[in-house]
Structure formats: C-alpha cells, structure tokens
C-alpha cells in the first residue's frame, strides 16, 4: 500500500493538503512488516514532511520539515540522509538505558518515601499511578503535557500538589474534566483507589525530572523487573542488577504459545488463499473456470475462516503462575498482538473484512505471592498493550482504556493453600490454554532456611509421593502443571527451572511428565543471569503427547524425542544397576560444619605435641572439592576423626580444640540429635566409601555438577567433600570405561 518504498532505507506515505499526517503514519505502521521493517518511516503533504525513526530497541525519533524552514542545513541533511543514510537517524539512546533510568529515579523516590515511615505497599500502589499518569501522557491518552505542568506548577508546594494529583486520579478512574481540560475513561484496577501520598518538595522535583524521559520508550519487558526493585524494601540490593531480556523469554513463548497457533493460522491461510484463487479448499485444478457464484461462495467461506481463527486467537488464555511483575505474560501479549495484525493485514490484502483488533491483557492470568510484583505485573501488561496499539496504527482503545480482569490476577501462593492451617492443599489454577513462567530457583537444601520448617513440611506432605522430600522449590511448579494438563486444564506448558531439573531427585518430575505426556521443546543448558549472578538454567516445554508431526527440539536441534534428563540419545535415566558395580562409586561424606582448615594451619597443628604418641596426622587430611578437580587446587586440610568416641578424639589436642571452637557452636543448632551430641564428627562418617578405598592406591574422583566431565586420580589419603563422586577402582582400564560413550 505504501506510496514509495526505498527497500532498507524508508516507506513512505504521501497525502494531500491539510490531510491527517497521524492517520498516514497508523498506515504506515500497519503494513511496515510487509516492507521488511524499513529504518524510516515518512508521512507528506503539500507544506510537511516528517521522518519518524523506525529502529527495533529504540524510541521513535520525530523530524519535521516544513517548506518554510526546508532551506535550514539540517533540514536538507535529515532529507539527505533518508535517501542515502538512514542509520545517521539511528535514535542516539536505547530503550533499555531510558528505561533503566526511570527506574533508577522511582526506586530513589521510594527509598525516600520509606524512609520517611510511609507504608511500602502504599508507597508502591501510589507510584505505580504516578509511573501510569507519565506514560500516559507520552503515548497522548492524557492531553498534551498534563501531567508534567501539574508538576512543574506545584513542586514547591506538596499540599497542592497531592490535591490535584488526587483530582486527576478521580477524573481518570471515572472519566470527566480536571484543569479545564477532559480526561478519558481509564477505570481498571490501577485507579480504582485513589488514595495520595503527601510527598516533600524533594521528592516531587525528582518526578519533576522524570517527566523529561519519553515514557513512551519505556520497555515493559524489563521494566517491571527493575520497578519492582525499587517498590520492594526486601529487594533494594537488586537495583541495576541483570535482568531476564525479552529475546530469553519469546525462547520459551514462541514454541509453546505461538507455534501452533501459528500452525493453525499457516493451514487456514493457505486454504483461504485456495478458495479466492481457485474456488476449492484443496487448491486443485478445476475442471472448468469458476463461476462468479462459485467465486463470492468461496470469498465468503474464506471470511468466516479467517473471523474464526481472529475469534480462536482473542480467546486465547495464558497463565504465568509465578509471574513476577509480569514480563513473561507482557511479551506473550505482545507475540499475540503481531500474530493478529498479521491476520488483519491479511484479511485487507486479500479483499476481505477489516477486522477490529480484539486480543487484550483480559486474556492473560497471573498468580504472584508478592504484593508488589502482583500491582506492578496488571500495570505491565496494560503498558505494553497500549503501546502496541500505538505503536502499530491502531490508534486509542475504547474507554474504558484500562478494563477490569476480576480474578485474571491472584495475590497468593501458587503452590500451597494453608487458608486452613490444619489442612493444608495444593491450591487452585485457572483452567487455560497455555502455562508459561519462571518459577523460584531454590535449591532444596536450602528451602528450610529460606522457608522455614514448618512451611517446607507441609509442602513437601502435600506433594508426598509426587515431588520427592529433597527436590529444588520449582519442581513443584512442574509437577502442579503436570497435572494441570493431565486434568485437561491446560494444553501446553513451558517454565525454566536450574539444570539440576535433569538430574538427582529433582528429575523426577520430568519422569512424570513423560508418563503422563511428552517433552516436546527443550534447552538443557543455557546461561542466564539471576539478580546479577550468572547461572545455567534448563527451559523445558511439555504436553499431553506429542502431535506426532512436529519434530521434538531441543538445544535448537529437531530430534525424535527428548528424555527426562534433556538429552535425545540412549535414554539413561531408564539403565538400571549392575551387581557387579555395587559399592563402586560413592558421594564424598556430608561434613556439616567448618572442618576445613587453610594449608599454614594445617602444618602447625601436624607438628603439635599430644599426650599419647600418635601424630595429628592421623586426623589431618588433604581435603578435595568439585572446584580443585576442574579448577586450580585451593590447598584446603580437613580435621576428621572418622568414627572416634570423644575419649579417643579429644586425645589429639589441637585439632580437637580448633573443631570445639569452630563447630560446636553451629552443631549445637542441629535438628539432627546426633549431630548434636557427636559435634567432632563429620554429619556422615563416610566409613564405607573409607572401606571401598582404603586399599587402593588411588581412586577417581570427578566433580558432581559441572559442564564436563573430568576424572582426577586422587591418593586414598585425601578426603573428598560431598560435591565430589568417588569411583574406588585404581585400574587405567575403569578409567578409559568412564571416558567411553
């Protein structure tokens, strides 16, 4: 449709005198895919022309020529460039650094405000409207420059500042006049309470700085995570750290959500396109011209094939059951609207009905136990649908622009119901099409602390038999959307959890999802980055059973199935266990307290003197980690008394001493009784795996998690901590054995 295209450089758009520039520019951005996304977009009429950037990951920069101020140098030079440089209009700042900067400045007002003994969750609600009322403005909801007058008017002065503030809140959640000027119907959830803030005159001048940001380059993707930093007190250490990027997340969307229903929309095009061109679904050779009859039967087949696939796509219904401040269900949102502008041009390239858009946040579900993410995920949501909708020529929603989702967002556990303490129960989830998200990554070692022991008992009895004790706290993300679709509540599911989900007691949730259905997409080990440290993370995509055309994928590759351990060859997870290999490999003893000792104090306490003649040595020992055997040796010594009776391990002076006044204090915290009362033992003795090597003259030792594997002799004198596994065998032949395929 376009008027002129320079394939890489521009489209452009001319109309006639007078004529609506914004319109031309909402043509433009409809069908700019079909011209291959050019760097410019141009809109004329006989006296302007102005040339807006087009730049995927930029804010849209505006230049406007006139006839009257076209002879300026810089003028002709933004001409010039269209034609011959477009990337010289390259917008010279990032979305991501605006965004990064907005909230850097609101985490500061709220860290003020806090301060101040003002509530956290008010603090958060209040500048979550105040965030709303900034990018309203910017994308024109809010008439032209409202809210930042409003500041700038009244930043000396708080009283009057939280009054209009207040006034404007009102006007926006009914719709009406504020200032002489009319405010459209906004409504939602978002104004529902319009309760103010009284702010200082500090505070309301950093806002006052904030209205010189384009709020409408801010990129929800991302900035809901580094919103949420700054509202949570209990999050402030996190502020700038890394964040999940939108290329990370339409990994795990785009084979879960849009991969068959683009599939579906691929079969109903193709049919469509047969039935316009040929009269016939199957597109075969008629044995005669089609009639004119024939023809508008089939044009009007054809319309309500595509109406029925607009009305499949805008009943679409995604859960993001831990969703955070919301960035997987916002860029979800955003890969449904394209899919249905591609739907829409495609009604109107073929000479069909324009079709309204219709996909909205009302389809997205999300259940978030913090009450600050929970807020700031609807606001997400919202934010990126009404760019969209800007930002691809579909001009203003219908008011009420923010419509109510009663229930589609839940303020709760999504794991454990303990409404009734004395029963508690795995809680409910809305019946949807598609389950994607994050989930916690909490090591199950680490969940008493962080969860405390009552909560992790009555988890782990509610899930008893179907997560086992130990597993990772995601785990029982997995399991929950198992059954979700074993019940038929869901199709498809997708989340992220640790690598470790490939191995140990917490593969056993993958195991069940290959009873019950299948794996059909999956990223065994990719890096991520969490709260600024970098991980390895598994993205694992699962169903009912496999459609039985489209190949597994995984790590990129199409193979013919996936195994619970996210591999695609022999499936090992299914081997089981020879007689002959029995007591050969062992995990190296739990020590359960600081037993290490630096190698300098390891040589003072073996020269050290004791009442008997036997040396310290006899409890002294090289100790090895995961990390000495992939990595440099950090010549560590452990003090271990093995089986001793506190008669015999006090007799060794110095080392007992150093473990009296290094361990005994951690151990007299123990749950365990025994660890408590034999304070001077490892938490596991180890005297098997000492029996096994005790023999030998050396043993393999190799590293329990790491990205390859690598085998270490070791002498049977050093003591392998519990990150590490022994083989007791000292033969070169075992050796090549664990290096064969």
Not at 134 to 147: C, K, T
Not at 521 to 547: I, Y
Not at 608 to 619: E, I
Request: aromatic fraction near 10%.
């Amino acid at each position: 449709f376009a008027d002129v295209w320079k394939k890489g450089f521009f489209a452009w758009e001319y109309k006639g005198p007078d004529k609506d520039l914004d319109a031309a520019y909402d043509q433009l951005l409809k069908y700019r895919e079909a011209l291959e996304n050019p760097p410019l977009l141009v809109v004329s009429d006989m006296n302007r022309i102005i040339v807006l950037s087009n730049y995927t990951a930029a804010p849209t920069e505006i230049h406007e020529i006139t006839l009257d101020n076209l002879a300026g140098d810089d003028k002709l030079e933004v001409l010039r460039n269209v034609f011959h440089h477009p990337e010289r209009l390259r917008p010279g700042r990032p979305r991501a650094d605006i965004t990064d900067e907005a909230a850097r400045r609101f985490a500061e007002i709220a860290r003020s405000m806090r301060a101040r003994g003002l509530d956290p969750h008010d603090v958060a609600r209040f500048l979550d409207r105040i965030v709303f009322c900034l990018f309203a403005e910017d994308i024109d909801l809010l008439p032209e420059g409202l809210f930042s007058r409003l500041v700038e008017k009244t930043h000396s002065d708080p009283d009057r500042f939280a009054r209009y503030v207040g006034e404007l809140f009102a006007a926006m959640a009914g719709g009406g006049d504020f200032l002489m000027e009319h405010i459209r119907h906004f409504n939602g959830d978002l104004f529902a309470d319009d309760t103010v803030l009284t702010l200082t005159d500090e505070e309301i001048a950093r806002i006052h700085e904030a209205t010189e940001l384009d709020w409408s380059a801010i990129d929800p993707s991302i900035f809901g995570t580094l919103f949420e930093r700054g509202m949570d007190p209990g999050k402030r250490a996190q502020i700038g750290a890394h964040y999940t990027s939108r290329e990370d997340i339409e990994t795990l969307v785009e084979p879960v959500v849009l991969a068959p229903l683009r599939r579906e929309w691929e079969q109903t095009a193709r049919t469509v396109r047969n039935l316009l061109a040929t009269g016939r679904k199957d597109g075969g050779e008629p044995s005669k011209a089609p009639s004119k009859t024939v023809l508008e039967k089939a044009r009007n087949e054809a319309l309500q094939l595509v109406i029925g696939f607009h009305n499949r796509l805008n009943s679409v219904t995604v859960l993001d059951p831990a969703c955070g401040s919301g960035n997987f269900l916002y860029v979800t949102l955003q890969r449904l609207k394209d899919l249905e502008k591609e739907v829409i041009v495609f009604a109107l390239e073929n000479g069909l009905d324009e079709l309204a858009p219709r996909v909205g946040p009302w389809q997205l579900y999300g259940i978030e136990i913090s009450p600050y993410a929970y807020d700031l995920a609807q606001m997400v949501v919202w934010i990126g649908y009404l760019q969209w909708i800007k930002a691809n020529g579909f001009g203003t929603p219908t008011e009420p622009i923010l419509k109510r989702m009663e229930g589609n967002f839940q303020n709760k556990d999504a794991i454990l119901d303990l409404n009734d303490p004395q029963n508690p129960r795995e809680p409910d989830w809305p019946k949807v099409d598609y389950i994607v998200g994050n989930p916690p990554f909490l090591g199950g070692q680490k969940m008493l602390a962080s969860l405390g022991e009552e909560y992790t008992a009555l988890l782990r009895s509610s899930y008893e038999g179907a997560v086992p004790g130990g597993a990772d706290l995601c785990c029982y993300w997995f399991e929950k959307a198992r059954r979700q679709i074993e019940l038929g509540q869901c199709e498809r599911a997708g989340l992220l959890a640790t690598q470790g989900i490939r191995g140990g007691v917490n593969r056993s949730v993958l195991e069940s999802i290959k009873r019950s259905g299948d794996i059909f997409f999956a990223e065994s080990d990719r890096a991520w980055v969490l709260e600024g440290a970098n991980v390895h993370v598994s993205m694992v995509a699962f169903c009912a059973e496999g459609d039985g055309v489209t190949p597994a994928v995984l790590d990129g590759q199409p193979v013919l199935s996936i195994n619970a351990n996210l591999t695609s060859t022999v499936d090992v997870t299914k081997a089981t266990a020879l007689a002959v290999n029995e007591r050969t490999a062992f995990q190296g003893p739990v020590r359960v307290g600081p037993f290490n000792v630096t190698d300098a104090e390891a040589n003072r306490l073996l020269v050290q003197p004791n009442p008997v003649p036997n040396p310290n040595s006899d409890v002294l020992r090289p100790s090895v980690n995961g990390g000495d055997i992939t990595g440099r040796t950090r010549r560590q010594w452990v003090i271990d008394f093995g089986g001793m009776d506190r008669t015999l391990a006090c007799l060794y002076e110095e080392p007992f001493a150093h473990v009296e006044i290094h361990v005994r204090p951690a151990r007299a915290k123990a749950r365990d009784a025994a660890r408590k009362h034999y304070w001077w033992r490892h938490g596991r003795s180890g005297e098997a795996l000492r029996a096994a090597i005790g023999c030998l003259e050396r043993y393999l030792a190799m590293a329990q998690t790491a990205k390859y594997l690598l085998f270490s002799w070791q002498d049977p004198l050093v003591s392998p901590e519990q990150t590490v596994i022994v083989f007791a065998r000292d033969d070169d032949y075992f050796f090549g054995v664990l290096h064969s395929r």
